[in-house]
């Protein structure tokens, strides 16, 4: 995988500045209420947030609206608690998609020229799962963790994804709103793990108020109830976040470079070509 310098740049910065990562800081209109929240997270010790805008894809063609100015928004962004460094605001986009026809959204331009950094898609189907693994491009598959999942995770597709640099993502706000939630999200959260055994999975908050929030160490506890081992629920609001944030940029990038390995047979045959006539003879 290969970068542009710019990329690269950016990539560095980040993996050198980010120790704590949440990729799903839910977009909201009230723009106030949005700083707040992000503002919290600086103070619980996250380095990265993702301001998430979620499209819900109703009709077959789907608008995809360009996302927030993060200057905007934040001409100065607050101090990471516990460093010196300003926290680093990304742009996420999450496709909730149902038909086929809603990937076709992915060539937005707002998406084809960079402007989104994360993209992430939420199916509600199994074939639709299945796609997202091992055909769409997307650095993010969203697990539902809201209700009971109308199919079963299967090893093939979950193991494409991984392949192919895809994590999942589940949320952990609903658990700690409500109880019936917190079934579902533990259930089909375990469900995954027996299949992925662990690997490619990040934790998110989904976050929609300051009071949604909780701190790094806190999420990595609640990782260990949803099958993660404890390395593993430190990995998914870490080092697993930097990967997706890579994996985003290389997405953009989109460059690519191709490893070549010369064959020692090959290499024989080769020497032996170029010897002279009179040296083959002597041997024979």
Known sequence: MQLSDSGLQFYVAVYKMAVFVDLNIAYCKDHKRLKNVIEMAAHLGYSVVAINHTVECEKKKVEIRKPISITDLFPSPPTVQGKSTPIKILTRLTLVVS?????????????????????????????????????????LICINVTEKYPFFFRRPPINAAIERGIFFELIYTPAIRDSTMRRYTISNSIALMEVCKGKNIIVSSGAEAPLDLRGPYDVATLGLLFGLSETSAKDAVSTRSRAVILHGEARKTAFGITYTERNPSAKDDEEEAAEPAFKKAKRK
Do not use: M, W
């Open 99 to 139: 038909d086929p026809c809603h990937y076709n959204a992915l060539r937005s331009p707002f998406i084809v020229n960079g402007q989104y950094n994360i993209v992430a898609v939420y199916p509600r189907t199994e074939k639709l799962f299945q796609a997202a693994c091992t055909n769409i491009d997307a650095d």
